[in-house]
């Protein structure tokens, strides 16, 4: 009777348990990847260099704008200094002139002489134009100097225009040239002295 329930025990022993799974089943294998066509890599490697160039030249437009706001700086303040002693004694001559003919105006009587006065003072008033207005990326054109030499006189005059053109677009919108809100109520009076300087011619007349 022993040996038979050790041998029962024994063949229990080597039965297999149902609750178990088998080895292998449900385990899964393991997915070779995939391997890329060479197309596809050279298609890879061209957008990434794309980008990659998309991003250098943005980089370098904006390092050759900022390259170019650095030189006509540099360009405006050379010239600054060059011309600013030139510049201050014309417009302290020039203003010198305007407060002398307002004084003159002021105690003038007579319609023709008034005319007169008021047509001078025009013209000062539009060389403290050129002299305050002066474009700073360009060599001042003294208005004393150079006598009536005609290359001279064709150069102030183009400048002038240029000047009067800034002006008005500056007026138009409102822009600070000089970085001095005075200056731009100044160039927003540019068109009224314009008027005015119309009526007198017309008055002369």
Do not use: C, W
Not at 12 to 41: C, D, M, T, W, Y
Not at 64 to 69: G, L, P
């Amino acid at each position: 009777m022993a040996h038979g329930a050790y041998g029962k025990r024994r063949v229990a022993e080597r039965k297999p348990h149902l609750g178990r799974r088998s080895k292998g089943i449900g385990v899964e294998k393991k997915s070779k990847p995939k391997s890329v066509s060479l197309k596809n890599q050279i298609r890879s490697i061209e957008r990434t260099s794309s980008r990659s160039q998309r991003g250098a030249e943005k980089k370098l437009e904006g390092l050759q704008k900022q390259q170019e706001i650095h030189t006509r700086l540099a360009l405006e303040r050379k010239i600054f200094l060059q011309d600013r002693k030139i510049k201050f004694f014309e417009r302290r001559k020039i203003e010198r002139r305007i407060r002398r003919l307002e004084k003159v105006q002021r105690a003038s009587s007579g319609q023709a002489q008034d005319v007169e006065i008021a047509e001078q003072l025009s013209k000062l008033k539009e060389d403290l134009e050129y002299v305050r207005f002066f474009p700073k990326s360009e060599k001042y054109v003294s208005l004393f100097n150079g006598g009536d030499d005609s290359n001279i006189v064709d150069r102030r005059n183009g400048l002038r225009k240029q000047i009067k053109a800034n002006l008005s677009a500056a007026a138009a919108s409102g822009k600070d040239l000089e970085g001095n809100m005075l200056l731009v109520l100044l160039a927003k009076q540019h068109l009224r002295q314009m008027s005015a300087r119309a009526l007198i011619s017309s008055s002369a007349f």
